[in-house]
């Protein structure tokens, strides 16, 4: 499900040596065939259940499991750091390995999300194992006609109790990186903005409470007009204002309830600028 986490420190401005390089190195990894949503298009975000989208939507994300709209722009989302809920059992019968424990063996579970334990990436023989699950997935994405996949909790090592670091993080994102792009569609980094200058070859940025934590600089900064902003009811609709103010027609900004629940389910909010 959509996760929000506290904002991090910002990192320090990219020193200019070297720029090219940089520059070459995210041109190498961000060879999708498949181009990144329509600027400032209406996004509808789906988790909570699909269902049928207004005419003005342009771009809806839902999870792997559903299927996309067609005539849509379609994001693919997948829980690529973490276990999806309802799938542990999956994981301990078919890749218990995978499984991030603690030094007393324990599961490590999301704080937020119980239900959801953490993923090993601490070395580059779990990283690649968990690389090729996600890719079987990005197939079948891209196979059901999604354009683009949405790997979430990019941050995990936030939440793991200092078991994981920031650089297993970078590493694996630029194997999902490869490995979305070798199945033929585009890839977002999802959350994270600490991370969004690592040249890691991402195609655009899915922000939650950008504005409500004042990140959504970090995102822009790198991925200009490519960003979907979803900002949350909880927050209070202020949030949702100043981000319409700030760039409406340059960033594709929805509200949603925070439980991203259907049309006609109680809660159920959903605007656009």
Not at 99 to 119: N, S, T
Request: some cysteine.
């Amino acid at each position: 499900m959509a996760h929000r986490r506290p904002a991090l420190p910002a990192q320090a401005a990219r020193p200019v040596t070297g720029l090219l390089t940089s520059v070459l190195v995210t041109l190498a990894l961000s060879a999708s065939p498949v181009g990144p949503p329509p600027t400032g298009g209406v996004a509808d975000y789906q988790l909570g259940g699909a269902y049928a989208p207004s005419p003005d939507v342009d771009i809806v994300t839902r999870d792997r499991t559903e299927k996309p709209v067609e005539g849509r722009y379609s994001i693919c989302y997948v829980n690529s750091f973490q276990t999806q809920p309802g799938t542990l059992r999956w994981w301990k019968k078919k890749h218990p390995r995978l499984l991030l424990r603690d030094r007393k063996g324990h599961l490590v579970r999301d704080a937020d999300w119980p239900d959801e334990v953490l993923l090993d990436i601490r070395t580059s023989t779990r990283r690649a194992a968990i690389g090729r699950l996600n890719r079987a997935w990005f197939a079948q994405c891209e196979r059901k006609g999604f354009q683009a996949v949405e790997p979430d909790n990019l941050d995990s090592w936030t939440r793991s109790r200092g078991l994981l670091k920031k650089s297993y993080a970078i590493n694996f994102g630029k194997r999902l990186v490869r490995e979305a792009h070798r199945s033929g569609v585009a890839i977002a980094q999802k959350n994270a903005p600490e991370l969004s200058r690592k040249r890691i070859g991402f195609d655009f940025a899915v922000a939650e409470e950008c504005e409500v934590y004042r990140e959504c600089g970090a995102y822009t900064r790198t991925y200009g007009t490519r960003l979907i902003e979803i900002e949350y009811t909880d927050n209070g609709r202020s949030a949702f204002a100043r981000a319409c103010a700030a760039r409406s027609g340059r960033a594709s900004i929805l509200l949603r309830d925070r439980d991203v629940v259907p049309r006609g389910a109680k809660g159920y909010v959903f605007r656009s600028c």
